[in-house]
T-cell receptor, first 115, second 114 residues
């Protein structure tokens, strides 16, 4: 079975500071990993994904994440936070094989950015 | 092109009534997913369609929940005899149906059961 743990339901940073949102997963097969962002009253938007290949993945809005198999982690980072980054962030995992492509999500991390 | 659309955006109903939620996926996407987002449970998978068939219904919480998809396009999620615990945001997503591809999410339907 797959599961995702996001450490910290709420992270607060100052504008310009480093953003680090933590995600650990468990999966019995090589995983496909995703980070989604959700702005208030909107659906989910894909930030980035890891499927195969390069373990450092760059996404939209200056975010990136690194897949570390040995640590079963896929932490999301951004060097300098902007006010517009305030949102809820979800890490998700999916089987890389088979016909069942459902996503298993973490509980989410609410990011607030202080001026 | 158009993204995933869902209707209605908001639905308020009385306990015991039936509701239908609609999802229009991105044209050409063969895979369609329903998820539920609630305060207590986070984001939960409900059901997955590949074409018109549903190989995975494992997330449907009870037999009051059902879904269908016709013409490989529009999907309807039906909740019969609604309960207060059904109150949540119901999200629909679609994808090309290939391993590793992105799921595109709609804006959701906020269901409130009084």
């Amino acid at each position: 079975a797959q599961s995702v743990t996001q450490l910290g339901s709420h992270v607060s940073v100052s504008e310009g500071a480093l953003v680090l949102l933590r995600c650990n997963y468990s999966s019995s097969v090589p995983p496909y990993l995703f980070w989604y962002v959700q702005y208030p009253n909107q659906g989910l938007q894909l930030l980035l994904k890891y499927t195969t290949g390069a373990t450092l993945v760059k996404g939209i809005n200056g975010f990136e994440a690194e897949f570390k198999k040995s640590e079963t982690s896929f932490h999301l980072t951004k060097p300098s936070a902007h006010m517009s980054d305030a949102a809820e962030y979800f890490c998700a995992v999916r089987h890389g094989r088979g016909s069942n492509y459902k996503l298993t999500f973490g509980k989410g991390t609410l990011l607030t950015v202080n001026p | 092109g158009a993204g995933v659309s869902q209707s209605p955006s908001n639905k308020v109903t009385e306990k015991g009534k039936d509701v239908e939620l609609r999802c229009d996926p991105i044209s050409g996407h063969t895979a369609l997913y329903w998820y539920r987002q609630s305060l207590g449970q986070g984001l939960e998978f409900l059901i997955y369609f590949q074409g018109n068939s549903a190989p995975d219904k494992s997330g449907l919480p009870s037999d009051r929940f059902s879904a269908e998809r016709t013409g490989g396009s529009v999907s309807t999620l039906t909740i019969q005899r609604t309960q207060q615990e059904d109150s949540a945001v119901y999200l629909c997503a679609s994808s090309l149906g290939l391993a590793g591809d992105e799921q595109f999410f709609g804006p959701g339907t906020r269901l409130t059961v009084l």
